[in-house]
């Protein structure tokens, strides 16, 4: 089945009783049994409800693996994944990420005895310099949370299973439509689903899909143990959202082509940090592992000083100054302050993360809309 198809149809069978074509909501806590232990496959909507079967189906059809579980939100998933673990363990992370998953690291889990590296994943070789007897996980985003640098997935899938480690890839920025890491040897995928799987900005939700059986029931134990669970209705919204994933990133991606290429012209542009480029230090790889280069970029202006960053940041009219990402509208965001602000500055500045980057989520709006509005911004913030 081709992808289009797939985002369509993943998960979906007609309601039995009803013939409806959507998962109804099943709003229920409990479930009546026949006799003790006798049921229809459904105790309590903790463990189990029919609307969030139908999206972990579906999850797992999409990112082309056999398990799919649903979190109350990208950093419970995240969560559930560190509780594999017992003190004493080390991860090895990117020095890129995005600042959640670095404060749930740094703040709770070292606390617990979890030792963390943090390493340039652009380079494998630092990877493989950091494994020990304690190493258990690599955590890997690709493209990474600000800076758009890529991680070869298949060569730190090699890395991992030659030492028995558990790889796992945040593939947030990329969707399900641009890359499937479990083909290229991820053992699990890891979705922040308010993002792009949900599309709209109006549910917060998290993903976890792997192959192995034991790993899913681990997973799904901790799932079911520490009840970071979403509601039926945020699981609908997100079998929606899917739908139409495969139509929407086809325009998120052209249109982040556009402008990457346009503020690339601009002359008060410093830096656009785009794996679209050719001359971007991972384009052949994401060409090779990605279907198309999405619709996340970040920037730096010639002028580095915060006041004029914050000037442009308030000056745009569509591009909504906000948190998130992926959704159809498209947003504007200071790193530096909101979405990476639990992350020490030295260690910021030290990954290449500067004071006045700018990071831009773009929409499906119409492209030369949306490049009108960053070039009044930018003029309004270098002239004033």
């Given at each position: 089945?081709?992808?289009?198809?797939?985002?369509?149809?993943?998960?979906?069978?007609?309601?039995?009783?009803?013939?409806?074509?959507?998962?109804?909501?099943?709003?229920?806590?409990?479930?009546?049994?026949?006799?003790?232990g006798v049921n229809k496959g459904y105790e309590y909507a903790r463990s189990q409800n029919p609307t969030r079967k139908a999206l972990?189906?579906?999850?797992?059809?999409?990112?082309?693996?056999?398990?799919?579980?649903?979190?109350?939100?990208?950093?419970?998933?995240?969560?559930?994944?560190?509780?594999?673990?017992?003190?004493?363990?080390?991860?090895?992370?990117?020095?890129?990420?995005?600042?959640?998953?670095?404060?749930?690291?740094?703040?709770?889990?070292?606390?617990?005895?979890?030792?963390?590296?943090?390493?340039?994943?652009?380079?494998?070789?630092?990877?493989?310099?950091?494994?020990?007897?304690?190493?258990?996980?690599?955590?890997?985003?690709?493209?990474?949370?600000?800076?758009?640098?890529?991680?070869?997935?298949?060569?730190?899938?090699?890395?991992?299973?030659?030492?028995?480690?558990?790889?796992?890839?945040?593939?947030?920025?990329?969707?399900?439509?641009?890359?499937?890491?479990?083909?290229?040897?991820?053992?699990?995928?890891?979705?922040?689903?308010?993002?792009?799987?949900?599309?709209?900005?109006?549910?917060?939700?998290?993903?976890?899909?792997?192959?192995?059986?034991?790993?899913?029931?681990?997973?799904?134990?901790?799932?079911?143990?520490?009840?970071?669970?979403?509601?039926?209705?945020?699981?609908?919204?997100?079998?929606?959202?899917?739908?139409?994933?495969?139509?929407?990133?086809?325009?998120?991606?052209?249109?982040?082509?556009?402008?990457?290429?346009?503020?690339?012209?601009?002359?008060?542009?410093?830096?656009?940090?785009?794996?679209?480029?050719?001359?971007?230090?991972?384009?052949?790889?994401?060409?090779?592992?990605?279907?198309?280069?999405?619709g996340m970029i970040s920037f730096e202006l010639h002028d580095d000083s915060i006041e004029t960053a914050r000037t442009l940041l308030?000056?745009?009219?569509?591009?909504?100054?906000?948190?998130?990402?992926?959704?159809?509208?498209?947003?504007?965001?200071?790193?530096?302050?909101m979405t990476h602000a639990s992350i020490p500055r030295e260690e910021r500045i030290k990954n290449g993360l500067s004071d006045t980057?700018?990071?831009?989520?773009?929409?499906?709006?119409?492209?030369?809309?949306?490049?009108?509005?960053?070039?009044?911004?930018?003029?309004?913030?270098?002239?004033?």
């Amino acid at each position: 089945m081709k992808p289009a198809t797939k985002f369509i149809h993943a998960g979906s069978h007609p309601d039995p009783s009803t013939g409806a074509i959507m998962t109804p909501i099943y709003q229920t806590s409990t479930y009546v049994q026949e006799a003790p232990g006798v049921n229809k496959g459904y105790e309590y909507a903790r463990s189990q409800n029919p609307t969030r079967k139908a999206l972990e189906e579906a999850l797992a059809e999409i990112e082309e693996g056999k398990f799919g579980l649903a979190f109350g939100s990208g950093v419970a998933a995240t969560d559930a994944v560190m509780k594999l673990l017992k003190p004493g363990d080390e991860v090895i992370a990117a020095n890129d990420m995005y600042g959640g998953t670095y404060r749930l690291f740094s703040k709770i889990y070292e606390k617990f005895g979890i030792v963390f590296h943090y390493v340039d994943m652009g380079n494998v070789k630092h990877i493989e310099d950091c494994i020990n007897s304690n190493t258990k996980l690599i955590w890997a985003e690709t493209p990474t949370n600000p800076l758009m640098n890529i991680v070869d997935i298949k060569a730190v899938s090699i890395i991992s299973k030659n030492h028995n480690l558990i790889l796992c890839v945040d593939n947030t920025f990329a969707s399900p439509a641009l890359q499937n890491p479990l083909p290229l040897g991820a053992d699990i995928v890891m979705h922040s689903a308010t993002k792009y799987l949900g599309g709209h900005s109006d549910v917060i939700q998290g993903a976890l899909i792997m192959n192995d059986q034991l790993l899913r029931d681990e997973l799904y134990f901790i799932q079911k143990s520490c009840g970071a669970v979403p509601g039926p209705m945020d699981c609908f919204l997100v079998l929606r959202g899917i739908k139409t994933l495969g139509i929407r990133m086809e325009r998120h991606s052209q249109n982040g082509a556009a402008i990457a290429q346009y503020l690339r012209t601009n002359p008060a542009v410093k830096k656009v940090y785009w794996p679209g480029f050719t001359d971007h230090p991972g384009h052949e790889i994401a060409k090779a592992q990605m279907k198309d280069f999405g619709g996340m970029i970040s920037f730096e202006l010639h002028d580095d000083s915060i006041e004029t960053a914050r000037t442009l940041l308030s000056s745009t009219k569509l591009f909504a100054l906000a948190e998130s990402l992926g959704g159809v509208e498209s947003l504007i965001n200071h790193p530096a302050s909101m979405t990476h602000a639990s992350i020490p500055r030295e260690e910021r500045i030290k990954n290449g993360l500067s004071d006045t980057l700018i990071r831009l989520s773009v929409g499906i709006e119409d492209a030369d809309d949306l490049i009108e509005d960053l070039a009044k911004a930018i003029r309004v913030a270098t002239t004033s």
